[in-house]
C-alpha cells in the first residue's frame, strides 16, 4: 500500500514537495509519480530505480521536477520546483517490479501494479 502526502496550494514559480511511502517492503521495486490534471489523461511524471542510481522524468517536468528515494528506500520524494498553472493535478505514487518490461517501458502506467490514492497539487497564480 503507497501513501501519499503533501498536497497542497501553491503559488507561480514556488516550490513543493510530495512524499511517498510504502507499508511494506520496497524489496526490488521501482517507484515514482504519475499525475492527471481534469479532464486530461493520467500522465507519468517521473520515476526512480529501486537503488537510486537512475531517474527518469517527463520532458515536461525535466529541470524543474527532483525524485529521490530514502536509503531506507520505502520512501520517494518529488521535490517540484519553478511550479506552472499546468502542473496542477492529482499526483499518485506508483510502485512496480523493476523488471526487464519495466525497463523498456518507464512511462507506462501499467508497469506500475501499485497505486496510491493521489494528492492534490494546485498551483495558482
Known amino acids: 500500500q503507497l501513501q501519499a502526502s503533501g498536497g497542497g496550494l501553491v503559488q507561480v514559480e514556488g516550490s513543493w514537495r510530495l512524499s511517498c511511502t510504502t507499508s511494506?517492503?520496497?524489496?526490488?521495486?521501482?517507484m515514482g509519480w504519475f499525475r492527471q490534471a481534469p479532464g486530461k489523461e493520467r500522465e507519468f511524471v517521473a520515476a526512480i530505480t529501486w537503488s537510486a542510481t537512475s531517474t527518469y522524468y517527463s520532458d515536461s517536468v525535466k529541470g524543474r521536477f527532483t525524485i529521490s528515494r530514502a536509503s531506507t528506500k520505502n520512501t520517494v520524494s518529488l521535490q517540484m520546483n519553478s511550479l506552472k498553472p499546468e502542473d496542477t493535478a492529482v499526483y499518485y505514487c506508483v510502485a512496480g517490479r523493476q523488471s526487464y518490461s519495466w525497463s523498456r517501458n518507464v512511462q507506462g502506467p501499467t508497469q506500475y501494479a501499485y497505486w496510491g490514492q493521489g494528492t492534490q497539487v494546485t498551483v495558482s497564480s
Open positions: 511494506g517492503s520496497a524489496d526490488g521495486l521501482a
